[in-house]
């Protein structure tokens, strides 16, 4: 039986999105089956004490734009870092991820086109038609998952991750859980990658001081 690993993210999240080819390639390295588990970032960061990114301080908003800088230069990207439509409203995008996992679907090949199309080609993921071409371009039945991705019991589900993730102690986007164990952001992948490598048991916050 594979390996899994929970992977909580949100499309609106540009590191989720720079993070997320290496993730997939550690995937396929490790044979890992993924727990998608797309959260509603706002919520989870106001009751995990983080703040919207208009509500941090200038120093912080400052050294963010340097840093998507380096990981676009570090991850070989080429991505707008103000794009058109963002930031927006990511409840039917990440909706149409639970959409498809409830009709037995895959929806990687979505995740693979939906997050450039808000980093690399500025399209407006808040609008059901843009969301319909992408997953009709990766050979999922976009009206029917566009139209189900908007229901109360998709978004209910949708709660539940966020729910979930902080039952799980995870705070922000992408957090990648294996073994009970939170690794926390793109630039963590390198340590689940050499947490897979070793085999090791997972560490834990309840340790002897």
Do not use: C
């Not at 037995?104 to 979505?110: A, I, M, S």
């Not at 990648?176 to 939170?182: A, H, K």
């Amino acid at each position: 039986m594979p390996r899994q690993v929970d992977y909580y993210f949100s499309l609106q999240s540009p590191w989720a999105y720079i993070g997320h080819k290496p993730f997939i390639e550690l995937v396929s390295t490790y044979n890992l089956k993924v727990n998608y588990r797309p959260v509603l970032l706002v919520d989870l960061f106001s009751e995990t004490g983080g703040l919207p990114l208009a509500q941090r301080h200038p120093v912080r908003q400052r050294y963010r734009m340097i840093e998507l800088q380096r990981w676009r230069d570090k991850r070989g990207l080429d991505f707008h870092l103000q794009p058109a439509h963002w930031p927006f409203n990511a409840r039917l995008a990440d909706g149409v991820v639970i959409a498809a996992l409830e009709a037995g679907l895959d929806p990687e090949p979505y995740l693979q086109r939906a997050y450039p199309a808000v980093w690399e080609q500025q399209r407006n993921l808040a609008d059901p038609a843009t969301l319909t071409a992408l997953a009709d371009d990766a050979g999922l039945p976009g009206q029917q998952l566009v139209a189900r991705a908007g229901t109360e019991a998709v978004g209910a589900a949708y709660e539940q991750s966020r729910q979930d993730a902080l039952s799980a102690d995870v705070f922000g986007s992408p957090g990648y859980v294996l073994d009970g164990e939170v690794f926390w952001g793109q630039d963590r992948i390198e340590l689940l990658d050499d947490a897979l490598k070793s085999g090791r048991k997972p560490y834990s916050s309840n340790v002897e001081a």
